[in-house]
């Protein structure tokens, strides 16, 4: 029920503001309230501007229901016409840089139409309350050049990192054209994966700092203080070379053999890249999995062409930009 409320509440516009307020608070003529505690001076917001904020949402009792400030980060939003109920775009219009406001959008226009997704805390009447506060405001053009120069700076922080770890844990990898460096642990000759293969796969996902984000083993899990409820412990399947797992892996467990164990070093290029993996993996984040294949099921192949003056041509695995456990938006 809280996801479909979230999903809902920013596609829920707010209305122009009525001419008409009582102690501060001015009221839309489809009942939203808007009281703006501080009037700063400058330019105030314009539409296609680009604005970072911090908000608290909550109920009409406080309960608190997100906050950026404890979340540990701003908010950006482009300003466009509003669409909708509560998506705040005629408010901010009305605010400039360091101002902030109190919004309150009725439930009952929230929820209009779709009464089974109200979750019991907004009853009939109610009010969903925004606490904004503006940070910034810039132009499209800026807050994108700036984004630009962000990134080029976590790129090159990433490879800074990555080479620190290499050298402090004496590790000989290989590396792929692709970027992806690897190393097998523990070496099989039974049968290599191959594209339309199913592999099962134990693993251990941990970022370069060490902290471990994702296992398919329980005790690694439990030591590393993981809350994965209802997760089952158990080796992941993987068909090779379909795009359901990050490129990285699905160029990696192409390399290897039935039995096999080895470590993968995988930039964030063949990973997350730039937005990272939800709260979890930061943008530019260099992956390291410790990789143990645990079984190789023979699936379809595509049939080899044979090239001229070529006997054994050599198979590629398909690499599609995906996640290692496959996320939808």
């Not at 693993?203 to 690694?220: P, R």
């Amino acid at each position: 029920m809280k996801s479909i409320f979230y999903f809902l509440t920013p596609l829920l516009g707010i209305a122009t503001l009525a001419a008409h307020a009582q102690g501060g608070l001015q009221t839309t003529a489809k009942g939203v309230q808007c009281q703006i505690f501080t009037h700063n001076p400058g330019e105030k917001v314009k539409q296609n501007d680009v604005i970072t904020f911090h908000y608290i949402q909550k109920t009409d009792k406080d309960s608190v229901l997100f906050s950026s400030y404890v979340a540990g980060h701003t908010v950006q939003a482009q300003i466009h016409p509003s669409q909708n109920v509560a998506d705040l775009m005629d408010i901010f219009p009305l605010l400039a840089l360091n101002d902030s406001a109190m919004v309150k959008v009725p439930t009952d226009s929230i929820f209009k139409g779709h009464e089974e997704a109200r979750p019991p805390f907004f009853p009939k009447s109610s009010y969903l309350t925004f606490i904004i506060k503006i940070t910034k405001v810039q132009s499209l053009e800026a807050a994108m050049a700036e984004r630009t120069a962000a990134g080029e700076k976590l790129k090159q922080q990433e490879a800074t990192d990555v080479n620190a770890y290499i050298a402090a844990n004496k590790l000989a990898l290989v590396t792929t054209a692709s970027g992806l460096k690897y190393t097998v642990t523990k070496p099989s000759a039974l049968r290599k994966a191959l594209a339309g293969d199913t592999v099962l796969v134990n693993y251990v996902g941990s970022l370069i700092n060490g902290k471990v984000f994702d296992t398919s083993i329980e005790s690694v899990a439990k030591a590393s203080g993981l809350d994965q409820p209802g997760r089952p412990y158990e080796p992941i399947s993987v068909v090779l070379g379909q795009g359901q797992v990050i490129p990285g892996w699905d160029e990696g467990l192409a390399l290897l053999h039935e039995g096999s164990k080895a470590k993968f070093v995988i930039p964030s290029a063949l990973a997350y890249g730039e937005k990272g993996g939800g709260q979890v993996i930061p943008p530019y984040s260099t992956l390291l999995f410790d990789i143990e294949v645990v079984k190789v099921k023979p699936g379809k192949h595509a049939p080899a062409v044979a090239k001229p003056g070529v006997k054994h041509p050599v198979k590629k695995a398909a690499g599609k930009k995906t996640a290692v456990s496959k996320k939808k938006n």
